[in-house]
T-cell receptor, first 113, second 111 residues
């Protein structure tokens, strides 16, 4: 596909469980970003990758959140010991390095029950 | 990054111009103004950006005041599909790094 792909589109998990959210960026985009969005709020920055390395992870709320991008393409956001407050839409975006425009995926709606 | 202020919501009639204001009175000389929008249940979509000159593309026009303390996004002929939340963001550098989204302006275009 031509756009940023996120899977799954919806995820329901029980409190305390571990979840992984996947992002397939646009081919050739070296920059990749994770955001999360709670109802009625704007997207909140989590982490930014340049290639395989995390260039800015200042938005990760605590050490239960971790993200990887081992080959500089697909990225996985991992959440341990999920809490009800983690319920949100998790958005991924990618861009060419230095480009003004970033392309967002449709997001993964995570619900922790 | 400088903080922005936008109205919470606006209405516009279909076919009319939608003018969305944004105040960014603390903007620095090297900060750009970006606009993104988010249609319901979709990820944000880039619209336009500028530094100090007015900009136009196929989606919209961006008018930045001479003192750069405010700007206006103009959708010249709004359609129902333009109903969305519009975010005005200011940030240093041209590349895409940490965009700080506020709560935006919810634009409702009606028939």
């Amino acid at each position: 596909g031509a756009g940023v792909s996120q899977t799954p589109s919806n995820k329901v998990t029980e409190k305390g469980k571990y979840v992984e959210l996947r992002c397939d960026p646009i081919s050739g985009h070296t920059a990749l970003y994770w955001y999360r969005q709670s109802l009625g709020q704007g997207p909140e920055f989590l982490i930014y990758f340049q290639g395989t390395g995390a260039a800015d992870d200042s938005g990760l709320p605590n050490d239960r959140f971790f993200a990887v991008r081992p080959e500089g393409s697909v990225s996985t956001l991992k959440i341990q010991r999920t809490e009800r407050g983690d319920s949100a839409v998790y958005l991924c975006a990618s861009s060419r390095t230095g480009a003004a425009e970033a392309f967002f995926g449709q997001g993964t709606r995570l619900t922790v029950v | 990054d400088a903080k922005t202020t936008q109205p919470t919501s606006m209405d516009c009639a279909e076919g009319r111009a939608a003018n969305l204001p944004c105040n960014h009175s603390t903007i620095s000389g090297n900060e750009y103004v970006y606009w993104y929008r988010q249609i319901h249940s979709q990820g944000p979509q880039y619209i336009i950006h500028g530094l100090k000159n007015n900009e136009t593309n196929e989606m919209a026009s961006l008018i930045i005041t001479e003192d750069r303390k405010s700007s206006t996004l103009i959708l010249p002929h709004a359609t129902l599909r333009d109903t969305a939340v519009y975010y005005c963001i200011v940030r240093v550098a041209k590349g895409f790094q940490k965009l700080v989204f506020g709560t935006g302006t919810r634009l409702l275009v009606s028939p």
